[in-house]
Structure formats: structure tokens, C-alpha cells
């Protein structure tokens, strides 16, 4: 099992642009989630999933979309990168929210 | 609404001294998950427990032990005989599981230790 893949590893955007994080779990995970990591603030919740055709906002979900459209993927969109979003970004999956959670390695992601 | 708060930002300890870090959380349910994880210097973020709202029995796993009171709704984590290796951020997270809307995990804003040998 490949476990949770994030692409791409490394980013670089210029304000305004807009583009895809892929997200991928080959364990047949219900729950799926974004977080963004930034010095001092812990891991924040953007997006969540609690199945296929579901999604709900986390704790900061502006400048981000989502979609659930198999159990397997959920990609995070930036409609229009700004310097705020410049974070580290993990995508994490589990059985349950209320289940251990298997974290990605993470996408860095610079804004300029 | 769930919140979950770790007080210390950085701690730093001597090899061999044990340490606690500290975890408080907030929720209405009656019904939640706890949960710690650790993210070594090398990034990847590593499940350690997982803990539901009604067992407050404590748990030990070699080194490791945490304790669990829902009266001063604390979920504290103790490393006895600290190790260079043990240096990483330390997070808490809770679910609730019958929240305002689906099942979500919140994180707390971690605690850095650093073991000095």
C-alpha cells in the first residue's frame, strides 16, 4: 500500500495564479482532510471529507476549495494564490474522524 | 465548539529527565476522541494515541504514558527518561463525534521539545 500521496512536493506560485493539490489514499479511507502548518500555529483544519459527495468547511477554508467525487482522491484547489497561503500542507486520511489518521508528506507551498 | 489548547510552545530538557507536556481541550459532546501525534525534525507526522471520552484509564507504552481527566478536561502526555530522539513537535487533537455539523479533528498549536544530551 502506497498510503496517503501528496503531489507535488514543492511549489512555487505568483499571486493570483491558481492551481491543484493532489491528494490520493489507496486504503479505502472514509474521512479525508487538509490541513495547513504554519510556525506557531499548530495544524489547521481547511477542508474535511466525510465520504465521497461530501465536504464541510474546517476552521479556515477561505481561498480553498474542494471536491469528493471518489473515496480514493480529494484535491485541494487555490482559486487565486495569495502570500497568505504560503504553508506547508498536509493531507490526512483514517477509517473515522474519530480513527488514527495517516498524514501525507506534505506539499510546500511559496506564494511570491 | 471543539478547541484544544497546549499551553507550553517550547520546552527544553536534559537527556534522561522526564517531562510532561500539557494538553487541554474544549467540547460539549459528551461523546470524543483524543489523540497525540508526534512530527520529527524530519516532517512526517506520526499517530502515538488515541483515547475516547469514556475511558480515563491511563495508558503506559514504554516511555510514554498519558493521562486522561475529563474533570479538568486535561489529556497530558509524559516522556520519562527523555531521549535525544524524542525531540520532534508534540501535537493534541480532538473529535468530536456527534458535533454541529460532521466529524471533524482539531489540532492544537503543538508543543517543540528539544532534548539536550
Known amino acids: 500500500n502506497a498510503g496517503v500521496t501528496q503531489t507535488p512536493k514543492f511549489q512555487v506560485l505568483k499571486t493570483g495564479q491558481s492551481m491543484t493539490l493532489q491528494c490520493a489514499q489507496d486504503?479505502?479511507?472514509?474521512?479525508m482532510s487538509w490541513y495547513r502548518q504554519d510556525p506557531g500555529m499548530g495544524l489547521r483544519l481547511i477542508h474535511y471529507s466525510v465520504g465521497a459527495g461530501i465536504t464541510d468547511q474546517g476552521e479556515v477554508p477561505n481561498g480553498y476549495n474542494v471536491s469528493r467525487s471518489t473515496t480514493e482522491d480529494f484535491p485541494l484547489r487555490l482559486l487565486s494564490a495569495a502570500p497568505s497561503q504560503t504553508s506547508v500542507y498536509f493531507c490526512a486520511s483514517s477509517y473515522l474522524a474519530s480513527g488514527e489518521q495517516f498524514f501525507g508528506p506534505g506539499t510546500r507551498l511559496t506564494v511570491l | 465548539a471543539q478547541k484544544v489548547t497546549q499551553a507550553q510552545t517550547e520546552i527544553s530538557v536534559v537527556e534522561k529527565e522526564d517531562v510532561t507536556l500539557d494538553c487541554v481541550y474544549e467540547?460539549?459532546?459528551?461523546?470524543?476522541?483524543l489523540f497525540w501525534y508526534k512530527q520529527p525534525p524530519s516532517g512526517e507526522l506520526v499517530f502515538l494515541i488515541r483515547r475516547n471520552s469514556f475511558d480515563e484509564q491511563n495508558e503506559i507504552s514504554g516511555r510514554y504514558s498519558w493521562n486522561f481527566q475529563k474533570s479538568t478536561s486535561s489529556f497530558n502526555f509524559t516522556i520519562t527518561a527523555s531521549q535525544v530522539v524524542d525531540s520532534a513537535v508534540y501535537f493534541c487533537a480532538l473529535s468530536e463525534a456527534f458535533g454541529t455539523s460532521y466529524d471533524k479533528v482539531i489540532f492544537g498549536p503543538g508543543t517543540s521539545l528539544s532534548v539536550i544530551p
Open positions: 467540547t460539549r459532546d459528551t461523546t470524543y476522541y
Open positions: 486504503m479505502n479511507h472514509e474521512y
